[in-house]
């Protein structure tokens, strides 16, 4: 019996466990975030793939059964041909989850108009991959995108609070439902981004829904593992909580603090040594 893995390229996908964390908290979980290779979201696919299934591999090593890819990125770029190309080769009895297909599940039962806006990093948006996976649960949905590269850096230094925030937000808040006016339900599709919803909130119209991941990756979870006893067996439940880092693990505490919401004391893995 072993955790539940959680990978994100960094720090993001802290929140997304923290809703885990709360909906599950009977298992133990290993966090690993590749801090030292962020961000993601600007990389190319083969190197995405290469450095998503690395770390897939140094959870699989530490004994998780389960992995949970709490990252847009590495779900939109490496979750496909890591369960059907690498799994069957390196671990058959071993799954792999991402975070996008439990948010569109939900999206066409949300929106009322039909339309939905996707706010992402600019790999997540190139990937297409919430317009493909939108239009296999819910064909009618039109779906519109828009990058926001500014908002993983300030949440990354601790700006997201900030005064000079609130223009950044804006700008893309702007720039998304400018492409209609139809748009009735934000996704934030970015793990870091619950981060900017107070302000997010400050400048959206009354009347649209802006919705997170966490709780719905959580609730996603919880149902696979009611669907999948033979999984859920195999995990052990200690209530325990254990991170790695592959940079500083004095930063990353830090950092962990305001995403997860509480102290850690994380340990490093050198990412040279994931190779």
């Not at 369960?83 to 671990?91: E, G, M, S, V």
């Not at 995108?145 to 900030?162: D, G, R, T, Y």
Request: proline share 5%; with cysteine; charged share 20%.
């Amino acid at each position: 019996m072993g955790p539940i893995g959680v990978f994100d390229s960094g720090y993001g996908g802290l929140t997304v466990l923290k809703e885990i964390v709360t909906e599950l908290p009977q298992y133990d979980y290993i966090y690993l975030g590749d801090n030292a290779r962020a961000p993601y979201g600007n990389r190319g696919f083969d190197t995405i793939h290469t450095y998503t299934l690395q770390c897939v591999q140094r959870l699989f090593d530490m004994g998780c059964p389960l992995v949970v890819l709490a990252c847009n990125t590495a779900s939109a770029k490496a979750l496909r041909t890591i369960q059907q190309k690498d799994l069957p080769r390196i671990a058959p009895d071993n799954r792999v989850l991402g975070v996008i297909r439990p948010t569109t599940e939900m999206v066409g039962s949300i929106t009322q108009s039909g339309e939905v806006g996707i706010l992402a990093t600019n790999g997540t948006v190139s990937s297409q991959s919430y317009p493909i996976e939108i239009a296999k649960f819910f064909p009618a949905v039109k779906v519109f995108q828009q990058a926001c590269p500014m908002w993983v850096p300030l949440i990354e230094n601790n700006e997201h609070e900030a005064d000079g925030a609130d223009y950044f937000v804006k700008e893309y808040l702007d720039k998304i439902l400018s492409q209609s006016t139809n748009i009735d339900t934000l996704v934030l599709a970015c793990t870091h981004y619950p981060l900017l919803l107070r302000k997010i909130r400050q400048h959206v119209p009354s009347g649209i829904t802006v919705l997170g991941q966490g709780k719905l990756v959580a609730r996603s979870l919880k149902d696979y593992l009611h669907r999948h006893p033979e999984m859920e067996q195999r995990l052990s439940k200690n209530g325990q909580q254990t991170f790695y880092t592959t940079d500083d693990p004095g930063i990353f505490d830090q950092m962990a603090e305001i995403f997860f919401g509480k102290t850690v004391t994380s340990a490093k893995i050198d990412a040279e040594k994931l190779k």
